[in-house]
Structure formats: structure tokens, C-alpha cells
């Protein structure tokens, strides 16, 4: 199988822009959540979307959106990008059913670098 | 609320000896513990994960980790390290019916020749 595929996998903006980041999730599975990986924070949890639903949400402000369409691929985007969104956004995949508990392994992609200036 | 904390920044240790490295949870029901590794410029490889049964699993590329719930740890471990071992590994915790993973702080394994 395919792996989980993230592009582009590297990204350079100014303050003030809007950044699309994609995510192919691995065939077949339908859930789908984005981290933020920096130096200073770490690993942060975003979002994750089932069935083109978000389920759960992190604690980022409202610039840090999401969507996922009818065949499981993911977007997320960034609006009015700030110096501190530069990071590494990664995206992984998991095969979780729906009404079922979460005890799956999630698949990261190789994640965007994502460089504002 | 979940949390697992990582104490090492860094764990140093000699090809062909025992490696360690350490992580302790803190949950509020039943823990869903995982650990990854993340090599320079690459997303996270899942090594194993630990639900219900046997304290001690078995995982990619000959690690294992033992789940201690007295001491709230979850240590990873392999019998002989490799050079290419050497990358930064991440504990990480996950809540029953939800899809987030909180992690570690990391922790850095240099195996040195």
C-alpha cells in the first residue's frame, strides 16, 4: 500500500499570506488529523475529520481550518500566515470506525516545512 | 488530561549494548500508549502501541516497550543497539474514542560505532 503522501514538502510565504496544505491519506482510511511540529512546542494536535466531519479540535485560533473530502484526502489552511506558523505540518491516517474505539496506530506522511518570512 | 513526559533529551549509548529510553504517563482511565520515531526530515514511523493485555510488546525493528501501571511508565527498549537507530524517538498518549495523539517531549538516541 501507499503510504500517506503530504504536498508540497517544502513552502516559503510572507506574513500576511494564505498557505493549502494537501494530505492523501493511505486507501482505506477514513480518518485523518494534522499536527504542528516545532522546536519550541513540540508536537501539537490540530484536527482530525472523519467522513468530511471534524471531530476533534486543538487549540489553535480560527486562521487554522481544515476539510476533507468525499475520498478521505485532507486540506488544511492558513490564513494571514505569522512568523510563528512556520513549522512542520504533518498529516497522518488511521483506519478508525466509526462508533469504535480509537485504539489504532496513526500513519504520518513525510509532512510540509512550511517557512514564513 | 492526558500527558506522557519524556525526562531524556538525549540517550547516549554504544552500538551493541541495551538501550532505554523513558516515558511516563499521566491519563484518566485505561492509557493508549504508542511510540515513534522520526528520522531528519521524515514524518513519524509507528514502532508499537500498547492497548490491554501483555505488559511487554513487541514492535518494529526488534523494539519493545514494557508497560509498567504501578509506575505509570511505558519504556521502549531493544536488546542491541544499531547506528541506525540513532534518531529522535516520541512516547505519546491517546484518549479512548478520540483520534488525538498527545506526545512526549522526545527524546534524541545517538548510538555512537
Known amino acids: 500500500k501507499a503510504g500517506v503522501t503530504q504536498t508540497p514538502r517544502y513552502l516559503i510565504k510572507t506574513r500576511g499570506q494564505q498557505v493549502t496544505l494537501s494530505c492523501s491519506p493511505i486507501?482505506?482510511?477514513?480518518?485523518v488529523s494534522w499536527y504542528q511540529q516545532t522546536p519550541g512546542q513540540g508536537l501539537q494536535f490540530l484536527f482530525e475529520?472523519?467522513?468530511?466531519?471534524?471531530?476533534n479540535k486543538g487549540n489553535f485560533p480560527g486562521r487554522f481550518s481544515g476539510r476533507q473530502f468525499s475520498n478521505s484526502r485532507s486540506e488544511m489552511n492558513v490564513s494571514t500566515l505569522e512568523l510563528g506558523d512556520s513549522a512542520l505540518y504533518l498529516c497522518?491516517?488511521?483506519?478508525?470506525?466509526?462508533?469504535?474505539?480509537?485504539?489504532?496506530?496513526?500513519?504520518f506522511g513525510p509532512g510540509t516545512r512550511l517557512t514564513v518570512l | 488530561a492526558q500527558s506522557v513526559a519524556q525526562p531524556e533529551d538525549q540517550v547516549n549509548v554504544a552500538e551493541g549494548n541495551p538501550l532505554t529510553v523513558k516515558c511516563t504517563y499521566s491519563?484518566?482511565?485505561?492509557?493508549?500508549l504508542f511510540w515513534y520515531v522520526q528520522y531528519p526530515n521524515r514524518g513519524l514511523q509507528f514502532l508499537l502501541k500498547?492497548?490491554?493485555?501483555?505488559?511487554l510488546v513487541k514492535g518494529s525493528y526488534g523494539f519493545e516497550a514494557e508497560f509498567n501501571k504501578s509506575q505509570t511508565s511505558f519504556h521502549l527498549k531493544k536488546p542491541s543497539a544499531l547506528v541506525s537507530d540513532s534518531a529522535l524517538y516520541f512516547c505519546?498518549?491517546?484518549?479512548?474514542?478520540?483520534?488525538?495523539?498527545?506526545f512526549g517531549t522526545g527524546t534524541r538516541l545517538l548510538v555512537s560505532p
Open positions: 497522518a491516517s488511521s483506519f478508525f470506525l466509526a462508533g469504535g474505539s480509537a485504539y489504532n496506530e496513526q500513519f
Open positions: 505519546a498518549v491517546i484518549r479512548a474514542g478520540f483520534q488525538k495523539l498527545v
Open positions: 486507501s482505506g482510511h477514513r480518518s
Open positions: 491519563v484518566s482511565g485505561n492509557p493508549y
Open positions: 475529520y472523519f467522513s468530511e466531519t471534524q471531530r
Open positions: 500498547y492497548i490491554t493485555g501483555d505488559n
